[in-house]
């Protein structure tokens, strides 16, 4: 029998769509490490008595050997995410994003694991002056966050090739859906979108709102990280996890009144620093080379995600 992948981060947002999609896909178990600092049980209640729920923190390297099956597929999404956050304070996402991806990475070589799929993002590539943004363009990091994931990728390509790790990185494209925390003052934009138009209220857009995002469905970010699990002849690689498309903000925000039949002027503020401008994927070669097939179209992925906030009783 072989043994039970497992999710750093599993308890999060992105992580916990994983688990449900492993799961689904067919695994017995999956084992969650998770230090629940953002993650949350709840996210995992309908399948906790098929997860090992592991709460350690990525920065206690002692501890993480013990927890990884020996063969496993590790799935590393655990990270302390938000570009405005890195630039806030950037140590403790420095911390948790470069040193605990090299602690898992360590971890993972010495229980002679399968493969590590690593979530990467798409602000390594920063402000490129051409669209879609291809693997093959120069990394150019606007943010310590951007910096931190981006160095989390070579350790990935290092630990494949000087080590014999197989490694795949997934460079994730702004992915939203169910779950994903609306609370924070650095929530993903759309988490925050979907509480004002539930709550009849104005969101603050950063700037003039004609930034644009490859919004991606959580729940096609979780079959590509399968993919990328199973996929031949990619150890050491990077690819786009994205949906191919963009929006602008203030196409998102009318796109998300629309559909939720209210019409709400935004309100606007300072652009953040550290911002990227524009972000679309290429995913040409995640589509060749992964199988890579979104099946969830923009509006589709707003519809769901609407419908599941409404249905949790947000507001609460
Ligand atoms: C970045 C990465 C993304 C990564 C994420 C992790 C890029 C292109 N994307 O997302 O891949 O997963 O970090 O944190 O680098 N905004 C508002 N009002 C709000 C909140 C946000 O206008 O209330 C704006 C932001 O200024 C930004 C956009 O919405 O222009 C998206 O912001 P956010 O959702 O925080 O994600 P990114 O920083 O784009």
Not at 42 to 52: F, Q
Not at 102 to 126: D, I
Not at 220 to 245: H, I, P, S, T, Y
Not at 280 to 292: E, N, S
């Amino acid at each position: 029998m072989s043994a039970a992948p497992v999710v750093t981060g599993g308890a999060g947002f992105i992580g916990s769509g994983l688990v449900r999609a492993l799961l689904e896909a067919g695994a017995p178990r999956v084992v969650v490490i998770d230090n629940l600092s953002s993650g949350k049980r709840e996210n995992l209640e309908e399948v906790a008595g098929r997860v090992d729920l592991q709460v350690a923190d990525l920065r206690d390297a002692a501890g993480l050997p013990g927890l990884i099956p020996e063969g496993a597929v590790v799935y590393h999404l655990a990270a302390i995410p938000s570009v405005p956050r890195s630039i806030a304070d950037p140590a403790p996402s420095h911390e948790v994003n470069i040193n605990g991806t090299f602690n898992l990475l360590m971890a993972a070589r010495a229980r002679g694991v399968r493969r590590v799929v690593y979530a990467a993002s798409s602000s390594a590539y920063g402000d490129t002056e051409v669209l879609p943004k291809e693997e093959g363009m120069r990394p150019a990091p606007l943010s310590p966050y951007a910096a931190q994931k981006l160095m989390g990728e070579y350790y990935c390509s290092v630990f494949s090739s000087c080590f014999g790790l197989e490694t795949v990185a997934l460079r994730f494209f702004n992915v939203f859906g169910p779950r994903q925390d609306p609370g924070s003052p650095y929530s993903g934009v759309l988490s925050v979108f979907m509480k004002c138009v539930l709550t009849g209220q104005a969101p603050t857009i950063h700037g003039d709102g004609e930034q644009s995002r490859d919004f991606t469905y959580v729940q096609d970010v979780a079959e590509l990280c399968m993919k990328a699990g199973q996929a031949a002849g990619v150890a050491g690689r990077v690819f786009n996890a994205g949906n191919g498309n963009r929006y602008t903000l203030n196409e998102t925000w009318r796109m998300l009144c629309r559909i939720h039949g209210v019409e709400i002027e935004p309100q606007y503020g300072a652009s953040r620093p550290g911002d990227v401008r524009h972000s679309q994927a290429d995913v040409t070669a995640a589509v060749r080379d992964l199988g890579h097939a979104p099946r969830f179209s923009f509006e589709e992925g707003l519809r769901r995600t609407l419908a599941w906030y409404a249905a949790a009783g947000f507001p609460e």
